[in-house]
């Protein structure tokens, strides 16, 4: 055994461990957010969908402050691009996220006939609802309508390659190196190998997420 297989090995066992003391809180976690699709309102979904669109190259916890903030404040319903953009002080490219709200809320917030959840309950399986979501919400990779899914519930075996989960895959040798972007082939690519792992390790890709998030952050977020 090399020196870096004997690393990666040391990593698995480590990884395992902390999962067998992490365990119960991530299903915890993984429930709440379940019960996002089955009980929450649209509004509350939206919220979801709002916090995804403002986490590219900002901090998780600063998202979800504003998104609450302007959600409290009936901003993200009724405000103009110019009354979100100055709640937006705390995410990067504050501009054009605040854009993102406007253009996304006046495609399913404002007609009593579509909203967010039943569109996505049009689709067969969720890998079809989250190429959907690439497509047409303005902002969202393949990783923001992967965390959106994840966060409302049904996002069940998708893999959030943010650079947190591709630093820990790294780590273990799952990926040799981090990519400077992620086509839709790379990310597909690397979500499989992560997926191979997860049933390696008996670990469910879902809850490696919030697990390698535990890892760099001590807390089990969103």
């Not at 992490?22 to 019960?35: H, L, P, Q, S, Y």
């Not at 309950?121 to 990783?143: P, S, T």
């Not at 997926?195 to 977020?221: A, C, M, Q, R």
Request: charged letters at 35%; proline letters at 1%; hydrophobic letters at 35%.
């Amino acid at each position: 055994m090399t020196k870096t297989e004997k690393n990666e090995d040391n990593s698995i066992t480590e990884l395992k461990r902390c999962y067998d003391e992490m365990r119960d809180e991530i299903e915890a976690r993984i429930d709440e957010f379940k019960k996002v699709w089955i009980s929450g309102n649209d509004e509350e979904i939206h919220s979801e969908l709002i916090f995804c669109l403002l986490t590219p190259q900002a901090k998780a916890k600063s998202c979800w402050y504003v998104t609450e903030r302007i959600y409290k404040n009936r901003l993200l319903f009724e405000g103009d691009e110019k009354q979100i953009s100055k709640e937006f002080n705390l995410v990067r490219f504050k501009n054009k996220k605040a854009s993102y709200v406007v253009k996304v809320r006046n495609q399913f917030m404002m007609s009593n006939r579509d909203n967010m959840k039943l569109k996505i309950q049009e689709f067969n399986n969720v890998k079809e609802a989250r190429e959907w979501l690439v497509k047409n919400i303005k902002g969202f990779g393949f990783k923001e309508a992967s965390h959106f899914l994840r966060n409302i519930g049904i996002g069940e075996n998708l893999a959030i390659l943010d650079r947190h989960i591709l630093k820990n895959l790294k780590g273990l040798g799952i990926v040799e190196k981090i990519p400077n972007a992620l086509s839709k082939r790379k990310y597909y690519e690397i979500e499989n190998r992560m997926k191979e792992f997860s049933n390696n390790v008996g670990i469910p890709v879902e809850h490696l997420d919030l697990l390698f998030w535990y890892k760099e952050t001590g807390e089990i977020f969103k």
